[in-house]
């Protein structure tokens, strides 16, 4: 499985970093030592495996006939033993394999979180989270179950079917070209069950998928279920998604059960014939009683070698879509570079321009067309216009998730795509429409924006956001958890934090999204007097439904059908009797 485009590792052979792209048997090789030491305990379990059948026809042929008591003592201590020191050395094999399962395992998921953590809004708009919470649990498995279900069967029994068929060989050459004709025989007709088991873990990973990505999405949206009276639905696909889950998890234990049924039939059938002509060939005088019995000794480890071999195979079949799910995250080439930073902090005074810029999401939906813009530096920007018109995607090119399609955006005399993304970002912060809080404590939340705030530094950050008498009301004041998304707070708590977090990390441009649609006019008049100030030398872009939000903006845009339709001050606009004009009127009467 190549993970990603980049394949540096071939060559110079580092250990892997999160970013580099590499196989599972590259990362397997990483491990080689750990490799060599578990080979060589299991090649030791192998030896030992091997001389069992060869005791019991010394025992048989020699130890029985000539009433040799110490030799007998000797070949039941040795065969009593054998299983123990077989079992110690499987077990410090085993111990090394879980320890490369579980690399591979820390090493896939570093880079799906590296992926995840990357990606840009054109990806990660597309995902689902609970598909990808699925797919990271799916690495824990997958990392381990493939060395330790795959590719340590493989080799192991591999080496058994070697040294087995070379005693047999030794023991009766005849017996064993029927052994050799009978096994091939007998993987041919398991083969089909193995295949189905395929098809069906198949379904059963597409189910666990589902119910993954379902549950997260309806733990979300629980409160739009309910209002909207559709728990019945809801019940009935999960009835349904029960019904298909237990009907392919019977037909795999059906299957499975089968080829169960099938291999011991044909091992059966096998050691018939073997016996059946082991016997002639005594006759004939070819042949040893006790090479017979070991004879049949090795078949039964053969076939289990070869069992086990195929069911190391079905693990590696089942494993695949499982991989393949992990290498679709892996392979999507979308990432975003954070770790690269300008070799001097760039020092902006926080004029921005936007030249001719023209954007498409997908095709030609969402579009901007032609925007030209010149703000200057300190400016209070108002952006308002018919919803879908483009005002947030105006900011989210400023912030660099999108690139645009023609068009240059600067940032004072820097071409925004020439700025590293970690640099842009901490010259801006951003006040986003659909405010996130993570499930975590209020001083956590405001922290996250800057570390190293303290505690008088979230006063007065919440203090100009008119959020700090709420949090000193709370009886665990900062240290109160908002719950998922901060279900906990209302909208216009929320809200407040959201901005209090912004002005923590004090950049130079403040782009805000709808920061106060949730607050009253009086919360909101009260907080706009105290943004005032601290918007004064700073480069702020309000967008804004409500008009009197950016009122006093130096320079208001009305963006329509992607475009700027207006500029110009709350005045100049309102004498200019267009969009602005009409919305204010609108605005005006329904107060
Ligand atoms: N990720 C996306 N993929 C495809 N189309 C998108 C995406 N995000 C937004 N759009 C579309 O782009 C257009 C502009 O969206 P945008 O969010 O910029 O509008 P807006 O003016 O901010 O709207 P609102 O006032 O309702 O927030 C809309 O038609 C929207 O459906």
């Not at 919470?133 to 799916?138: D, L, N």
């Not at 997260?216 to 949206?221: A, D, K, M, N, R």
């Not at 018109?389 to 105006?394: E, N």
């Not at 216009?492 to 004090?506: D, M, P, T, V, Y």
């Amino acid at each position: 499985m190549n993970i990603t485009q980049t394949n540096k590792f071939a060559n110079n052979q580092k250990e892997p970093t999160a970013k580099t792209g590499i196989s599972i048997l590259q990362l397997i090789f990483f491990q080689r030592k750990y490799i060599l030491i578990s080979l060589g305990f299991m090649i030791i379990s192998v030896l030992l495996n091997l001389t069992s059948p060869l005791f019991m026809k010394q025992m048989i042929d020699t130890a029985i006939p000539e009433k040799n008591w110490s030799l007998l003592v000797g070949l039941i201590i040795g065969l009593i033993s054998i299983p123990i020191f077989v079992t110690l050395f499987t077990f410090l094999g085993d111990k090394y394999n879980h320890r490369i399962g579980a690399y591979v395992t820390d090493q896939l998921r570093k880079k799906m979180f590296y992926k995840l953590t990357h990606f840009s809004p054109k990806t990660y708009n597309h995902l689902k989270s609970g598909d990808i919470a699925g797919r990271m649990y799916s690495c824990g498995e997958v990392g381990d179950l493939y060395i330790t279900q795959f590719v340590v069967p493989g080799i192991l029994h591999g080496l058994m079917f070697i040294g087995i068929t070379g005693i047999m060989i030794y023991l009766n050459w005849k017996l064993t070209i029927i052994s050799l004709v009978i096994l091939p025989i007998m993987f041919f007709l398991s083969k089909k069950p193995a295949m189905s088991i395929r098809n069906i873990s198949q379904n059963v990973m597409q189910l666990q998928q589902e119910l993954s990505s379902y549950t997260t999405e309806l733990v979300q949206g629980l409160k739009t279920v309910q209002t909207l009276n559709q728990v019945q639905k809801e019940n009935d696909y999960q009835y349904k998604w029960i019904d298909n889950y237990r009907i392919e998890r019977t037909k795999a234990f059906i299957v499975g059960s089968f080829s169960e049924l099938l291999n011991k039939g044909q091992q059966a059938l096998g050691i018939g014939v073997l016996f059946g002509y082991g016997s002639y060939e005594i006759f004939q005088g070819n042949l040893s009683i006790g090479s017979l019995v070991a004879f049949v000794a090795y078949f039964s480890q053969l076939f289990g070698s070869l069992e086990k071999a195929q069911f190391g195979l079905v693990k590696g079949i089942e494993l695949k879509p499982k991989l393949e799910m992990i290498k679709e995250i892996l392979d999507v080439n979308d990432e975003q570079d954070f770790e690269t930073t300008s070799p001097t902090p760039l020092k902006i005074k926080g004029e921005i321009k936007f030249q001719n810029v023209s954007f498409a999401y997908d095709g030609d939906r969402g579009q901007v067309n032609n925007i030209n813009l010149h703000i200057k530096p300190g400016h209070l920007i108002g952006i308002v216009g018919p919803s879908g018109g483009g005002k947030s995607t105006i900011l989210d090119l400023l912030l660099g998730f999108y690139t645009p399609d023609s068009g240059s955006i600067f940032l004072d005399q820097y071409n925004l795509k020439e700025i590293p993304l970690k640099e842009l970002r901490s010259k801006m912060t951003l006040v986003s429409q659909d405010v996130f809080l993570w499930n975590k404590s209020i001083k956590d939340n405001l922290q996250y924006a800057n570390p190293d705030a303290s505690i008088q530094d979230l006063e007065k950050a919440c203090y100009e956001a008119q959020i700090l008498d709420f949090i000193q009301q709370l009886p665990q004041g900062w240290d109160t958890v908002v719950g998922e998304r901060g279900v906990k707070i209302s909208g216009g708590e929320k809200q407040r934090l959201a901005i209090a977090r912004a002005l923590l990390r004090n950049p130079q441009i403040i782009l805000m999204d709808e920061p106060t649609s949730a607050l009253d006019s009086k919360t909101e008049a009260h907080l706009q007097e105290h943004l005032e100030r601290i918007f004064k030398g700073k480069t702020v872009i309000i967008v804004a439904h409500r008009l009197a939000t950016i009122r006093n903006a130096d320079s208001i845009l009305v963006i329509k059908d992607g475009e700027v339709a207006e500029v110009g001050t709350h005045e100049e606009l309102l004498e200019r009797k267009g969009i602005y004009d009409q919305l204010y009127r609108e605005q005006f009467q329904a107060n």
